[in-house]
């Protein structure tokens, strides 16, 4: 269906090899419906913060309590309370882009939750099943875990620059897991710390809403996603890029060893197939060494 979209070079990413019928007869109908209407007028337009489309939260239950990606001279380093943990996986990306999207939409730092669970759920693409191991449970940990951390960002080149920010300065969760459905005697809320919330009014990048939850199982798709939409807004010149540096920038759960790069390797062509159903229009050419990235229409023209 999209083979004259493809892009040009000795291999194609668009192989479907690695992505089962089933999952991309899945992607394929979410991006049809994505390119039928622009994200504006599908009131589909949502950002995520800068400094977290750079550089990449963990992808699964990180060991400790401090992690830290680099892309290039920015570096990303987390630090959550050890009783706690860092945050890891789809959810606190879901999560990120409602923040940014509700920070920049209302201008306020405070942000109403939701009246219910099963109601905020809904807006994050979330379907409430209760359990150990059911979305409900796994939502409140991981909001648990993201509104405790904190995080540093920082270039280091020639000149030195950095930020350190809370994400939250308080919340309150008063939902009732066991009753999703029921609105609560008090909203919940999260009082998103000023520091991250200027980063995210200064530096929203756009992004279409309905492209996460299409790639939300994947927390590498939605990082490729994120990434490739804001270098996309600025790139200018074919840019080549190495699978080293992409490691460092992604591959969190890589070790830097023949195997562990390897396994990126596959692991991240998967996730870029992914992305190119949803954005088609992403040019993106591999070579021996990692990938091409050529200038290509923006996903979403933004406000």
């Known amino acids: 269906m999209y ?10 990413f668009m192989s479907n090899k690695l992505i089962s019928r089933e999952a991309l ?3 394929i109908t ?5 390119e039928a209407e622009e994200a504006k007028s599908a009131d589909a337009l949502g950002f995520m913060a800068r400094a977290m489309v750079q550089a990449t939260l963990p992808h699964k239950k990180a060991e400790g309590n401090e992690f830290t990606r680099t892309n290039g001279n920015y570096s990303l380093s987390i630090l959550a309370p050890a009783k706690i943990g860092l945050p ?3 959810y606190p990306r879901l999560l990120l882009s409602w923040l940014s999207t509700e920070a920049v939409r209302t201008k306020e730092r405070e942000l109403v939750l939701g009246e219910s669970l099963s109601k905020f759920m809904g807006e994050l693409g979330l379907i409430p099943t209760g359990g150990r191991w059911g979305t409900i449970t796994q939502l ?16 280091e080149g020639d000149s030195a620059a950095g930020i350190n920010m809370l994400l939250a300065d308080k919340y ?3 939902w009732s897991p066991k009753e999703p459905e029921q609105a609560a005697l008090w909203q919940s809320t999260v009082l998103l710390s000023q520091a991250f919330f200027d980063e995210i009014t200064a530096h929203p990048v756009p992004i279409d809403l309905r492209a996460l939850n299409a790639l939300k199982k994947s927390p590498m798709s939605l990082d490729c996603y994120m990434w490739l939409t804001y270098r996309m807004f600025y790139l200018r010149r074919a840019t080549p890029l190495k ?3 992409l490691q460092a920038q992604f591959g969190a759960d890589y070790a830097d060893t023949p195997s562990g790069r390897q396994g990126f390797k596959k692991g991240f062509t998967n996730a870029l197939k992914k992305v190119q159903v949803v954005y088609p229009d992403a040019k993106i050419e591999p070579t021996d060494s990692g990938i091409l990235l050529l200038p290509s229409k923006p996903h979403v023209r933004g406000r």
């Open 140 to 155: 409140k940990n991981q909001m648990r875990r993201l509104f405790a951390s904190h995080v540093s960002c920082s270039y």
């Open 243 to 245: 699978w080293a540096s």
């Open 30 to 34: 979410e991006a049809l419906a994505i």
């Open 3 to 12: 083979a004259s979209q493809k892009p040009e070079g000795k291999r194609q």
């Open 88 to 90: 890891y996986g789809s």
């Open 25 to 27: 007869d899945k992607l």
């Open 172 to 174: 309150a969760l008063w």
